[in-house]
C-alpha cells in the first residue's frame, strides 16, 4: 500500500443537473442532496485527493469533459444563476414547431438530434453557452490515482457503459452513492421502463465499484438482498445532512409568505403514489368534519401532476373550507422558511430508503407525523410520531390531539430540539471522503 498522500483528483459526475436544470428552475429529491455534497467535495477534498473535480459526459465527443478552472463552483448557486441565462438568451427547452417535426427529431440517432436540436440534451445546451460565456469544456483525463464518484441516478445515463470502460482503462476505482432500491423492490410504483432501466444499471455499475455507499441500514440490506455483488465489495452508510440553512438570501414570495402566519401542516413531497397524498386528503376530510374551521391547513410542497382521484379529492376539499393548498414545487430559500414557520410536518410515504424530510422537519424541531417505511425510523425512531400509512384516521388522531393539548406540543417540540443531533453537509462529505480515500489505497 502506498505511504502518503495520493494526490489524485476524486471525478464528481455531475451529468443529471444539465438536464434537471434544462427543465426547472432548482433541483429537489436527489439532486438537491446531490448538488450539496458535490459542492462540499470540491471545496475540501481532504489531504489525500488534491482537488475534486466535476465530470459530465459530452454525448457529441462520447468523452467524459470538465469544466476548466473553478467557474462553476459552488453548483447551487450557479445552476438556477444558469437556467435564468438560458431563459434570457432564448436557449431553454426545445420546443417544436409542430408534433410531426418532434416526432422528426425525436426519431434521429441521438448525435444528429443533438446536433440539429441542441436543447434537447442538457450537457450539449450547456457546451454551447459555455463557448459564448468563454467557459472552456476539457477532457476528463482519469488516472489510476483518482477516484471516479457517480453520487447520483446512475441508472439514467446511457453513458454509464463507455464512462466506466473508460475508468476501468485508466485504473480508475469506482464508487457510487446508492439512495434507495425501490424500482426493484416495488416496481409498481413507477412506469415499467424505469424499473428495467436500473436494474440495467445496477448489473452494469455496482459489481464493478470499488466501494457502493447509501443513505441507510435499510438500503444496504435491501442492495446485498436485491443485487447480485462480489463480497469484497464494500457497503458503507453515510447519513444525510439535514442541518438548516442559514434562511432565505432572496425575500420569501407572496405565494410563500402569506401562509407563513397561519397554522399549517407542512408535507414536502413530490407528487407520485407511494408517497400517499391521498392518506393526507382523506385525514383533512374528517378532519374538517370534526373540527371545521379550526382545522389546521396542509401544504403541500413539491412538483408533480395530481391524478384524476388526487383532483377530485381537492375540488371536495374545496367545499370543506379550503384547507388543503397545492404550493407546486418551491425553491430551498422559500422550503427553508416553510419549516420554520409549520405548526407541524407529516411525511406519510410507503417506501424510502431513507426519508429526508422527516429528518429535515425534526433539525428544526418539528413534530413530524411518519410513516415507519423503509429507512425512516433510522432517522430517530424515538422523536418521529408513528402514523399507519394505510389508516387516515391514525393522523387524524395524532393532528387532532395536538390541536386539543398546546403543552403536549410544546413539550414534544422540547423533546425534539433537546435530543435530535443534526448532521451538516461536512460530515456526510468526510464520510464518503474516507471511502473514497480506501478505494485508491486499496487498489494499490
Not at 408534433?99 to 448525435?111: D, F, G, H, Y
Not at 416496481?187 to 445496477?202: D, I, N, T
Not at 374545496?318 to 411525511?347: F, P
Request: proline residues 8%; contains cysteine.
Amino acid at each position: 500500500m502506498r505511504v502518503g498522500p495520493v494526490r489524485g483528483s476524486i471525478w464528481i459526475d455531475i451529468t443529471e443537473f444539465f438536464d434537471q436544470f434544462r427543465l426547472a428552475s432548482h433541483p429537489t429529491g436527489i439532486s438537491r442532496t446531490v448538488l450539496n455534497l458535490a459542492d462540499q467535495l470540491i471545496a475540501d477534498p481532504g489531504a489525500v485527493f488534491g482537488n475534486a473535480r466535476p465530470l459530465l459526459w459530452h454525448p457529441l465527443s462520447g468523452r467524459p469533459v470538465t469544466i476548466d478552472g473553478s467557474q462553476l463552483s459552488p453548483f447551487r448557486a450557479f445552476f438556477p444563476q444558469w437556467r435564468d441565462a438560458l431563459g434570457a438568451a432564448g436557449l431553454a427547452a426545445a420546443s417544436y414547431s409542430s408534433p410531426a417535426m418532434k416526432a422528426i427529431a425525436t426519431s434521429l440517432p441521438r448525435p444528429l438530434r443533438y446536433r440539429l436540436f441542441p436543447a434537447d440534451n442538457g450537457v450539449v445546451l450547456f457546451s454551447h453557452w459555455a463557448q459564448s460565456e468563454g467557459i472552456r469544456l476539457v477532457p476528463a483525463r482519469l488516472a489510476a490515482d483518482d477516484s471516479l464518484f457517480l453520487p447520483g441516478s446512475f441508472w439514467l445515463g446511457r453513458y454509464l457503459p463507455r464512462l466506466l470502460a473508460e475508468a476501468r482503462a485508466a485504473g480508475t476505482p469506482i464508487s457510487a452513492f446508492v439512495h434507495d432500491m425501490l424500482l426493484i423492490s416495488h416496481p409498481e410504483w413507477l412506469p415499467g421502463r424505469h424499473a428495467r432501466q436500473f436494474r440495467r444499471g445496477c448489473a452494469v455499475l455496482l459489481p464493478r465499484c470499488a466501494a457502493i455507499m447509501c443513505n441507510s441500514r435499510h438500503t444496504k440490506d435491501e442492495l446485498g438482498r436485491l443485487v447480485r455483488l462480489p463480497e469484497s465489495v464494500p457497503i458503507e452508510v453515510c447519513r444525510l445532512a439535514d442541518e438548516p440553512s442559514e434562511g432565505p438570501s432572496t425575500p420569501v414570495p407572496p405565494a410563500i409568505a402569506q401562509w407563513l402566519t397561519k397554522r399549517y401542516v407542512l408535507f414536502v413531497s413530490t407528487i407520485i403514489p407511494r408517497k400517499n397524498h391521498a392518506l393526507l386528503l382523506e385525514a383533512w376530510h374528517r378532519l374538517w368534519r370534526q373540527m371545521g374551521p379550526a382545522t389546521p391547513h396542509l401544504l403541500l410542497a413539491g412538483g408533480g401532476v395530481r391524478d384524476k382521484r388526487l383532483a377530485a379529492m381537492a375540488d371536495c376539499d374545496a367545499a370543506e373550507g379550503g384547507r388543503v393548498i397545492w404550493l407546486g414545487s418551491v425553491d430551498d430559500g422559500s422550503l427553508e422558511a416553510l419549516y420554520r414557520g409549520a405548526w407541524m410536518t407529516a411525511y406519510p410515504s410507503l417506501g424510502e430508503g431513507y426519508g429526508l424530510p422527516v429528518a429535515e422537519a425534526l433539525a428544526r424541531g418539528k413534530i413530524c407525523l411518519a410513516a415507519p417505511s423503509g429507512g425512516i425510523a433510522e432517522v430517530s425512531a424515538d422523536l418521529i410520531d408513528i402514523i399507519d400509512p394505510h389508516d387516515p384516521q391514525s393522523v387524524v388522531d395524532r393532528v387532532s390531539f395536538y390541536a386539543a393539548n398546546p403543552s403536549e406540543l410544546a413539550a414534544r417540540e422540547a423533546a425534539i430540539a433537546g435530543r435530535y443531533r443534526t448532521t451538516g453537509w461536512s460530515d456526510v462529505a468526510d464520510a464518503i471522503r474516507r471511502v473514497l480515500e480506501e478505494t485508491v489505497q486499496r487498489a494499490d
